[in-house]
Nanobody, 120 residues
Framework: QVQLVESGGGLVQPGGSLRLSCAASGSIFNINAMGWYRQPPGKQRELVATIDSSGRTLYADSVKGRATISRDNAKNTVDLQMNSLKPEDTAVYSC??????????????WGQGTQVTVSS
């Protein structure tokens, strides 16, 4: 089994920056893609960015040019750097991982999320 723990959320002023981190642990054999999603108040969860095992990335149009996703395969971590933050970025941010455990079972795992609030 795999556990994902997010950190780095908090209150940020518009135009500011923050860096979210997610650490995966457990009986990990391999992690394929990792990603960040967010759920604004009163809205459904939406994709922010993903990164595969080769480092290829995909960004939502809403954050393109302002967000950078990165991962450390050796440490099983994925980060999301966000700049020029807007109030619309306020949401609970969750990371996920397409992970293969030591039994060779492959499953999507989710963290519990971290709150990001962009407000003056």
């Amino acid at each position: 089994q795999v556990q994902l723990v997010e950190s780095g959320g908090g209150l940020v002023q518009p135009g500011g920056s923050l860096r979210l981190s997610c650490a995966a642990s457990g009986s990990i054999f391999n992690i394929n893609a990792m990603g960040w999603y967010r759920q604004p108040p009163g809205k459904q969860r939406e994709l922010v960015a993903t990164i595969d095992s080769s480092g290829r990335t995909l960004y939502a149009d809403s954050v393109k040019g302002r967000a950078t996703i990165s991962r450390d395969n050796a440490k099983n971590t994925v980060d999301l750097q966000m700049n020029s933050l807007k109030p619309e970025d306020t949401a609970v941010y969750s990371c996920n991982a397409d992970a293969t455990v030591t039994s060779r079972a492959r499953t999507i795992y989710w963290g519990q999320g971290t709150q990001v609030t962009v407000s003056s």
